[in-house]
């Protein structure tokens, strides 16, 4: 039973570029989260996907964007991107019945993004 | 903003010794949960305590819940090298629908 993984594992990116990170969750989970993850910080949630569309969403920018597909996996999309970008992204899936998640959330391995 | 705020920032044990980590946090919350991390890569679910709860136990974790205080602890008995790493406390708000807000987490080292 494969938890939740990540692609790419690392990735660097010049200012203004864009970037595609790729989330699948854990077998019968249906609702993924993204977090962002500076240096020496905890994790900041970004938002959440669930039945495809975007649930929740943290303080952050516009430029921040995601996707969930019909198979439950997810996008995040950064466009722009600035130094300040640079940091772990974390995905993790959760499971939701009826509208009421059981909050227990499982973290993939992280997409290291370096922003030069 | 960050919810949880851990207690101590950082923490140096003897192998077999126990490790209390503490947690605090500022509203109404449904659930509270640990995780460890290590070396920057991905977080590592230990235990979820629901607000109606008020201790829960793992193998050598134990984790308490005061809802009155808005504090946690977590207990780490007869600790081991391995269990050197980061820890973070994460709360979800009620109504709140999963969504968890983490503190800047304790780094644990124990020394073999």
């Known amino acids: 039973d494969a938890g939740v993984t990540q692609s790419p594992t690392h990735l660097i990116k010049t200012r203004g570029q864009q970037v595609t990170l790729r989330c699948s969750p854990k077998s019968g989970h249906d609702t993924v989260s993204w977090y962002q993850q500076a240096l020496g910080q905890g994790p900041q949630f970004i938002f959440q996907?669930?039945?495809?569309?975007?649930?929740q969403r943290g303080n952050f920018p516009d430029r921040f964007s995601g996707h969930q597909f019909p198979n439950y996996s997810s996008e995040l999309n950064v466009n722009a991107l600035l130094l300040g970008d640079s940091a772990l992204y974390l995905c993790?899936?959760?499971?939701?019945?009826?509208?009421?998640?059981?909050?227990?959330?499982?973290f993939g391995p992280g997409t290291r993004l370096t922003v030069l | 903003s960050q919810q949880g705020e851990e207690d101590p920032q950082a923490l140096s044990i003897q192998e077999g010794e126990n490790a209390t980590m503490n947690c605090s946090y500022k509203?109404?919350?449904?659930?509270l949960q640990w995780y460890r991390q290590n070396s920057g890569r991905g977080l590592v679910h230990l235990i979820l305590?629901?607000?109606?709860?008020r201790e829960k136990h793992s193998g050598r974790l134990r984790v308490t819940l005061d809802t009155s205080k808005k504090s946690s602890s977590l207990l780490i008995t007869a600790s081991r090298a391995a269990d050197t790493a980061s820890y973070f406390c994460a709360t979800a708000a009620a109504g709140a629908n999963s969504k968890l807000t983490f503190g800047k987490g304790i780094t644990l080292s124990v020394r073999p």
């Open positions: 509203t109404s919350i449904n659930n």
């Open positions: 993790a899936s959760s499971f939701t019945s009826g509208g009421t998640s059981y909050n227990e959330q499982f």
């Open positions: 305590i629901r607000s109606n709860e």
């Open positions: 996907y669930y039945e495809e569309e975007e649930r």
